[in-house]
């Protein structure tokens, strides 16, 4: 009743195949988009960026990428911190070598090369699958953080280790650095957010995306099929990369401003990534937002409970943000282990049939 | 023999010991792995816990004083009485028991059938639950840990060594601690006591036919459940003789858990199935790192190797032989 595709006629085969064939759901969309973009900006505050809209974009865009690699290609990573890492870190050096080179090209410069880093780490996925490449990508996340750490040219032999972002702008608003205003980085975020969220769709469901999918889904009998396992897995590894380059490269450079490669970059971030995948919904867009925001909103909620509400000491809380989201894990696992993607395509099936369900 | 050999041979005989308490940690992977098929995650953070809770009971501490403390606004903290080193381990075991069925009944039980990264996931989730948990229930300071192992420096080897140098060098003979060498004998006592138990037992053949086959472990009238139950119960035991070894030796806290991630190395190159392949991966790792670190890693790239040494050599093995050490050979098929 409230969502149906009946009376939504398609005259053509590109109405057909478009991204939101149901009305509603394009109607929807639009809205999204045009709330996120003209109002937002206008109602932020500095607490509300900073707490929840800077990191949520961030990691969605890290979770799409790293959804890319698991969801779409069914290759197990747990190197994403490491892999943040390098876009942080490529971000920092191109700013000061360069500083005249606009900031949006140093984020895509960033990516690329984490782009090339990734392949590199990718090249094992060719020989070992499963656990034992998840485990394998571990080696990509201690290697790169012990890397940062312990050769001084990747942090311009700053005496505290510590890399921190100058100030840059685009049409004189500083987006980087301390004076940079919320709605201006909320912006800039945003932009790439909603281009490689577009991307991310075009590229899964076109002959790439579905080349992954097969070797997901089987690998020996895509081989078969004649789906090169070598380019297939590479790509997905290099996208992956590049999208996890671009959030990390944010990450520092527009939410940090300074950053110690261990704390910011460490193995938890990689398992933080993951969870918003796998409680999402691998292999969905949709889910990689959802998991984001279910990931990023849970510690602010529980410390407000906690600590603002019922003024417990925040040494408790912190036990309990781990308690709750070990337990709320579990638990979204063990009721849909397809995550939140899966929970939202059962809502919208039961709303189709409102309220008449036979 | 030279002062370099004797500094190698120093630094080898360590690195095994510290590879003993990998081997350690990565037999429970083992256990659980070969019985049920789930790569528990939250094995590091079992060590953690158990010896959390040990020295908890063995201190009289209350259980969740803090919690209390906050919401009655009492000032809690301890019973006043200690309790006795061997009654305190197995009280803690009972604890582990009491764990295992709960995990088992609660979670594992709803996940079968689920595809293995499911599995995964549900054990780091269970990880975090754990940390939360033992820190809510028990405190999250740093925590020393003594259960009457001796500890400290062997003088007596020491002393023996220091006549093997040549003549004219000047050598103050080879540090090892005894804690490690008491870790090393309980860990061959308790593999072999695992063995005997596997092989030998009832109990023990219903554990191997559940890795071998569940279906037919189940046809055959083995409650799946039970032996789930079992095989979590002795793996959160190893876990307990870990976190026993690897607390007296560093104290207890939050970086004992990530002994877990030191095991995963240790399996890939052992293989996950195979429990003399976690021992041989863990020997080799701690020797390797060990010898990496004092040869080439602190003279000439900066120190800290450790990190990551572990993972990039099991990384390029498994390049070469994918099913690791001793794992049983992939056949694939479509």
Known sequence: MLYREAGDYKTSYTDDAQTFPIKLDRWWYYAVVFVAFCIVPFVLTDYTVNAIMLPFLIFAIAALGLNILTGYCGQVSLGTGGFMAVGAYATYKLMTAFPDLNIFFIVILSGLITAIVGVLFGLPSLRIKGFYLAVATLAAQFFLVWLFNKVPWFYNNSASGQISAPERTIFGQAVTGPNAEPWVAYLFCLIFVFTLAWLTRNLTRGRIGRSWMAIRDMDIAAEIIGVNPLRTKLSAFAVSSFFIGISGSLFFAVYLGAAEVGEAFGIQKSFLVLFMVIIGGLGSIFGAFAGAAFMVLLPVFLKIFFVDTLGWPTDIAAHINFLIAGGLIVFFLIVEPHGLAALWRTVKEKLRLWPFPH | ?334
């Open chain 2, 1 to 334: 023999m030279p002062i370099w050999l004797l500094n190698t041979l120093e630094v080898s005989i360590n690195g095994l010991m510290t590879g003993v308490l990998y081997s350690l940690v990565a037999l429970g992977f083992v256990l659980i792995f070969k019985s049920s098929g789930v790569f528990n995650y939250a094995q590091g953070v079992m060590a953690l816990f158990a010896a959390q809770s040990l020295v908890g009971i063995q201190t009289g501490q209350v259980p969740f004083a803090h919690l209390i403390n906050a919401i009655t606004g009492l000032h809690v903290s301890r019973f006043g009485f200690d309790v006795p080193s061997i009654l305190a381990i197995i009280l803690t075991t009972l604890v582990m028991v009491v764990f295992a069925w709960v995990v088992v009944r609660v979670i594992m039980v709803r996940l079968v059938n689920q595809e293995p990264i499911i599995l995964f996931m549900a054990t780091i989730g269970l990880a975090y639950f754990m940390e939360g948990f033992g820190d809510l229930m028990w405190g999250a300071e740093l925590k020393s840990l003594d259960v009457g192992l001796p500890s400290g420096g062997s003088f007596w080897i020491e002393d023996v060594t220091a006549q093997w140098a040549r003549e004219g060098e000047t050598y103050w003979g080879m540090y090892v601690d005894t804690l490690d060498i008491w870790a090393t004998v309980i860990a061959v006592f308790l593999v072999a006591g695992l063995t005997i138990f596997a092989q030998y037992t009832k109990a023990g053949t219903a554990m191997r036919a559940v890795a071998d086959d569940h279906q037919a472990a189940l046809s055959v009238g083995i409650s799946l459940n039970r032996i789930w139950i079992m095989v979590w119960s002795i793996a959160g035991f190893v876990a307990l003789v870990a976190g026993i070894m690897w607390g007296a030796k560093s104290g207890v806290q939050f970086s004992l858990s990530l002994i877990a991630l030191k095991a995963l190395p240790v399996l890939m190159l052992g293989g996950f199935t195979s429990i003399p392949g976690a021992i041989v991966g863990g020997l080799i790792i701690g020797m390797g790192e060990k010898l990496f670190e004092f040869a080439i890693g602190a003279p000439f790239l900066g120190g800290a190797t450790e990190n990551w040494f572990a993972y990039v050599l099991a990384l390029l093995f498994l390049v070469f032989r994918p099913q690791g050490l001793f794992g049983d050979k992939i056949i694939e098929r479509v």
